[in-house]
């Protein structure tokens, strides 16, 4: 629901956490700036965090999904141009998300490329149509194609449950869905809409590759409204979507690793032309190692840039600045820290 009503971070109202002296603290005590950078920018790096207040959002009693694929036989390239066209524009109840993968054609036993167009829509079919008729009629999604159910319903949809599976089973620690025993994320930002050659051509390269998946979940709407330094997240207005790259694998090993990390890799590489510049943008919640280490040395803050600038752009200094203050020896870190200054700190 991020393009009704942005990030879960733009609706925490209040904060209750741990500092690192061990001291209790709410958003009043703890002041805006600290509140700032845990609503977005990694709470874990400056405190330990007990609990959020959100602020709850209006949802309709009836919401509509549907699940509509296309192969390269089926206008497939087409559609996935038009989507990048139109997705950030369409009416902020709609949320489609794209998904890019290889499977074998039953038909002709060869592999293609297989787009999945996954949507929710604040409303029922009716409205959906309506809507989908003016915006994307390139689709051709049919009231068949439609699914209404209540919002918690869509949200057990959304876990690719079976449909029927009782709402009650979000009460559940122990959902059985598709187990994923390992997996390598990478992600990307899409700011221009990228040309039908370019299209064929990482589409060429995924089928040489096969295992890896693309997924674009489309912004625009309350994303674009939002200011980039209003919270730590700073992908607002102007970006198409948010581009990630993902492969799953059982095998255990480090070469069965090796071998899926490296095919990410490189699809990543490919996708250069086309994405996010100066610098390449990167989501925080995708920890990519990728990117660089921080090994909270004398060098930490140039480290810490080398991902930082990539998550957070301009915010990635007040983040530093805040880290600092709350947490001058750098007692929480990790991999990929924000850093404390380099005349402070352990």
């Not at 971070?9 to 958003?27: C, F, K, P, Q, S």
């Not at 295992?211 to 409204?225: R, S």
């Not at 040395?297 to 600045?321: E, H, M, P, S």
Request: with cysteine; aromatic share 12%; net charge positive.
């Amino acid at each position: 629901m991020m393009r009704k009503y942005g990030l879960t971070v733009d609706n925490v109202v209040d904060a209750e956490v741990t500092d690192v002296n061990g001291w209790i603290l709410n958003r009043e005590v703890m002041g805006e700036d600290l509140f700032w950078a845990i609503t977005g920018g990694g709470a874990s790096i400056y405190v330990v965090l007990l609990s959020y207040k959100i602020k709850l959002v209006a949802v309709p009693a009836t919401v509509t999904v549907f699940n509509v694929t296309r192969t390269l036989e089926q206008n497939a390239t087409d559609l996935v141009y038009r989507w990048q066209r139109v997705a950030d524009k369409l009416h902020e109840d709609i949320f489609i998300r794209l998904i890019v993968q290889i499977i074998n054609d039953s038909s002709s036993g060869q592999k293609t490329i297989r787009a999945t167009f996954f949507s929710l829509f604040l409303g029922d079919s009716s409205q959906l149509l309506s809507l989908m008729d003016g915006s994307f009629p390139e689709l051709g999604l049919k009231k068949s194609d439609c699914i209404e159910m209540s919002w918690l319903e869509s949200v057990v949809y959304y876990t690719s449950l079976p449909i029927g599976t009782p709402v009650s089973i979000l009460l559940s620690r122990n959902i059985q869905t598709d187990y994923i025993t390992h997996f390598k994320y990478k992600s990307d930002y899409l700011k221009k809409p990228i040309p039908k050659k370019g299209l064929e051509y990482i589409f060429k390269k995924m089928l040489e590759l096969e295992a890896p998946i693309l997924t674009f979940n489309p912004y625009g709407g309350k994303m674009a409204e939002i200011s980039p330094s209003a919270k730590p997240f700073p992908h607002r207005k102007g970006n198409i979507c948010k581009i990630y790259y993902s492969a799953n694998w059982d095998d255990d090993g480090v070469e069965a690793a090796k071998h899926y990390v490296d095919l990410v890799r490189k699809l990543h590489r490919y996708m250069t032309p086309f994405v996010s510049k100066s610098p390449r943008e990167a989501f925080w919640n995708y920890r990519d190692l990728d990117l660089g280490i921080n090994r909270n040395g004398a060098d930490r803050y140039t480290q810490g840039a080398a991902y930082g600038v990539k998550y957070f752009k301009g915010n990635f200094d007040r983040l530093v600045k805040v880290k600092t203050e709350v947490d001058p020896a750098n007692f929480f870190r990790n991999e990929q820290s924000i850093p404390v200054l380099p005349s402070l700190g352990n």
